[in-house]
């Protein structure tokens, strides 16, 4: 990308398993383009390390980074020292986005100057029809740095 994008995804992931490709699909299914994916994978051992690099040889916009465990906020903090994006978020691996949510978040945040902004509810049926909340908290935030130059 010669631009910078306007949004960075950040997803730490250790040993995703099967839920990683449905999350991928829905990532790369987003109406919103202008952005970047960051996998940050924490030591995986499941094969989850290598199935993201397969992705990230097929789309230029996503990037890997390997690192060994470390947890979740490290894993995080990888990832934000590569972002390019105006703004950041950070799903988990085994997440599943409706394909216009970034779009509208973005473009709330972008309408009103908004250095946040949050979705968390989203109902699914289980295995039997039931329905289920289940609690998504995603948030999108703006990226600031605080670095020396």
């Known amino acids: 990308m010669s631009t ?5 995804i950040i997803t730490p992931m250790y040993n995703a398993g099967s839920m990683f490709d449905e999350f991928m ?14 996998i940050v994978d924490d030591g995986s051992t ?3 390390g290598e199935r993201a690099d ?10 890997v980074i390997h ?26 691996a085994d997440d599943t986005l409706q394909p216009d949510m970034y ?9 009103d100057d908004l250095d946040a902004t949050r979705t968390h509810l989203r109902m699914l049926r289980n295995a039997r ?4 909340w289940y609690q998504l908290l995603l948030w999108l935030a703006r ?7």
């Open 4 to 8: 910078s994008p306007l949004l960075s």
């Open 25 to 38: 699909q829905s990532l790369l299914a987003q109406t919103l383009t202008a952005l970047e994916i960051i």
């Open 46 to 48: 499941d094969g989850s």
């Open 54 to 63: 397969q992705f990230a040889q097929h789309y230029s916009h996503i990037r």
């Open 67 to 92: 690192q060994e465990n470390g947890g979740v906020s490290r894993a995080r903090n990888s990832g934000l020292a590569i972002a390019r994006g105006k703004y950041v978020t950070f799903p988990d």
């Open 103 to 111: 779009q509208t978040l973005v473009t709330l945040a972008e309408a």
């Open 129 to 132: 029809g039931i329905k289920q």
């Open 143 to 149: 990226l600031y740095r605080w670095r020396a130059k």
